[in-house]
């Protein structure tokens, strides 16, 4: 069982910038890939950001050029830089651990940011 807890979301003003923090409990070198989904009210999660155990990154074309994931093993710690933000970013954002042997997939509680315009 991997529990993942996430940091940093807020209100802030349109072109602002946040950093999401995702603690994990378990070793995160041994996590297969790690990311970040969003969801608003009514609508599907859509994953934002993720991170293979081997540094592959991808992104949400929305988001390209203004987000960036990493993670750093020492702290079993995945981060979220968000610069420019736009109020179409405003969402609650999930943290998700992904094992690939068997496939296995944990949440964070979510973290609510909110871009005023």
């Known amino acids: 069982q991997v529990q993942l807890v996430e940091s940093g979301g807020g209100l802030v003003q349109s072109g602002g910038s946040l950093r999401l923090s995702c603690v994990s409990s378990?070793?995160?070198?041994?996590?297969?890939?790690m990311g970040w989904f969003r969801q608003t009210p009514g609508n599907q999660r859509e994953q934002v950001a993720s991170i293979t155990r081997g540094g592959i990154t991808n992104y949400l074309d929305s988001v390209k050029g203004r987000f960036t994931i990493s993670r750093d093993n020492a702290r079993n710690t995945v981060y979220l830089q968000m610069d420019n933000l736009k109020p179409e970013d405003t969402a609650v954002y999930y943290c998700n651990a992904g094992l690939w042997n068997p496939p296995t997939t944990y949440w964070g509680q979510g973290t609510q940011v909110t871009v005023s315009s």
């Open positions: 378990e070793t995160i070198s041994k996590i297969d890939a």
